[in-house]
């Protein structure tokens, strides 16, 4: 059963702490993006990478957060230090530019709330 | 202008009736559209693709594109209450390597 899978599923934390999140992409997908949902701004894309390389990051504040995909199958998203207006759904999601389809598949996300 | 445009909803239909949800976008070379369901604290899930004009059929999903117009719809024939959720338009647009623009969802009630 392939699916993007992300931890942790729910995350409260204090303002100024630090924020780590996990995402394992299906296999064989070549693309991961980073997604934030809220429900004043929607699904805005915060940065994704393609073959590991980053391609783009311009949705994320670059002071605070920072994406990295170590290997294949592991991407992370840091915020460093949290503020409360961070709270939100962080999604994942993967694709593959195979074919030159576009198709994404979202990992359950995970719910961050920072008081 | 937004890039990528929905109904502003919600829309509510009665059990059994078709849904008709709207989208339209903004730029001219875009090439692939989705549609993604999501459900109330759930994911988005892609229910549909559809990457040329016309008509694509999926079960009692249809996906119309019309790149002339630049718009795109989402049909659900024999709505059943199980389809109230959130529906997510997307589009590849042109030069955009992977990335996907969502509009703002419209969201669906379907009323036994």
């Known amino acids: 059963d392939a699916r993007v899978t992300q931890t942790p599923r729910h995350k409260v934390t204090e303002m100024g702490q630090e924020v780590t999140m996990r995402c394992q992409p299906i296999?064989?997908?070549?693309?991961v993006f980073w997604y934030r949902q809220t429900m004043m701004q929607g699904l805005e894309l915060l940065a994704y990478f393609r073959n590991r390389a980053p391609l783009d990051d311009s949705g994320m504040p670059k002071d605070r957060f920072s994406a990295e995909m170590p290997d294949a199958t592991l991407a992370t998203l840091k915020i460093q230090p949290s503020e409360p207006r961070d709270s939100a759904v962080y999604f994942c999601a993967s694709g593959s530019t195979g074919l030159g389809y576009r198709e994404q598949y979202f990992g359950p996300g995970t719910r961050l709330t920072v008081t | 202008q937004k890039e990528v445009e929905q109904n502003s909803g919600p829309l509510s239909v009665p059990e059994g009736a078709i849904a008709s949800l709207n989208c339209t976008y903004s730029d001219r070379g875009s090439q692939s559209f989705f549609w993604y369901r999501q459900y109330s604290g759930k994911s988005p899930e892609l229910i549909m693709s559809i990457y040329s004009n016309g008509d694509k059929e999926d079960g009692r999903f249809t996906a119309q594109l019309n790149k002339a117009s630049q718009y795109v719809s989402l049909l659900i024939r024999d709505s059943q209450p199980s389809d109230s959720a959130t529906y997510l338009c997307a589009v590849n647009g042109a030069n955009q390597g992977g990335k996907l623009i969502f509009g703002q969802g419209t969201e669906l009630s379907v009323k036994p």
């Open positions: 296999l064989g997908h070549n693309t």
